[in-house]
């Protein structure tokens, strides 16, 4: 009888010993679930929830991408004379990051930049000296005799940092004539009045790119790879005036406003009488 009631003792306290066990073992797993959940957390939200987002920092800190500016579309007038054209220009920029790592003397491009651009050197102190950005421009739309002093300067003085990228400017070739008729465009190449307003969307074009790979802090890398997305220029665009009329129209108005002490304008047009189209239109 003894014995059974030591044998239950001892089972009893087996038993209990293993509810402890397992209640100590219950416990530390859910204090290691339980510490393990915000990382899980963490890793849904990085993986998933910012995924787009760090990728895209990502490709941004390992790439470095350069505009091709598209050309805009050509005007012409009805005997195939341009009216309205781009030309290539340069725009001058520096990459205040690469001056800091190669400890370029800012003072030397300060001076270089300042005389062949004809830009105050306080603005390229000033534009060297954001280091938050890769790219801080000079001076847009560099005419070639600009442009090649630039790189005169570069090559004499070593210099890093400074560089030149291609771009357009627009170009009309007959001057004032017909000009409010054909509006013009902003700095940034878009239409601001007129058919080069109206038609902006089709003038324009698709800008392209240069990518490049880049190391650590944007540094250039010994071996990297390049892809090149091409530029598709604007359409053209064929009206039916006609230069020659349009240039007598408006020499016409004005002598007529003269002769006549016109005080609030004078309005021009002229037409084919068997078209119906405009060969010259005019408002002085």
Not at 224 to 247: F, I, M, P
Not at 264 to 280: H, K, Q, R, S, Y
Request: hydrophobic residues 35%.
């Amino acid at each position: 009888m003894k014995r059974n009631v030591k044998k239950q003792q001892g089972a009893e306290s087996g038993q209990w010993a293993n509810r402890t066990v397992l209640r100590r073992t219950l416990v530390m797993m859910g204090i290691g679930i339980a510490a393990f959940l915000p990382l899980v957390a963490q890793l849904f939200s990085l993986m998933i929830l910012r995924h787009d987002e760090l990728e895209a920092r990502a490709i941004n800190n390992q790439t470095r991408s350069t505009a091709i500016t598209a050309d805009r579309g050509v005007i012409y007038d009805r005997n195939m004379n341009i009216l309205a054209t781009s030309k290539t220009v340069e725009n001058v920029f520096v990459d205040p990051v690469e001056i800091k790592q190669k400890k370029q003397d800012v003072a030397v491009l300060a001076e270089g930049l300042g005389k062949a651009l004809g830009v105050e050197e306080s603005l390229v102190y000033e534009q060297a000296a954001d280091t938050t950005k890769r790219y801080k421009i000079i001076k847009r739309r560099v005419e070639e005799e600009e442009a090649q002093k630039v790189r005169d300067f570069i090559n004499e003085k070593d210099v890093d940092g400074v560089y030149l990228e291609p771009d357009s400017k627009r170009y009309y070739p007959y001057g004032s004539l017909c000009a409010q008729v054909l509006g013009f465009t902003q700095s940034d190449n878009v239409g601001a009045e007129g058919l080069e307003k109206y038609y902006d969307e089709s003038l324009s074009g698709i800008s392209g790119k240069i990518i490049t790979t880049k190391g650590n802090y944007g540094s250039e890398m010994l071996y990297t790879n390049e892809k090149y997305y091409d530029a598709t220029n604007g359409n053209s665009l064929v009206l039916t005036l006609d230069t020659t009329v349009q240039y007598y129209l408006e020499k016409n108005l004005e002598t007529a406003i003269e002769k006549y002490d016109v005080l609030n304008g004078a309005f021009g047009l002229v037409m084919d009488v068997n078209t119906g189209e405009i060969l010259g239109m005019a408002t002085l």
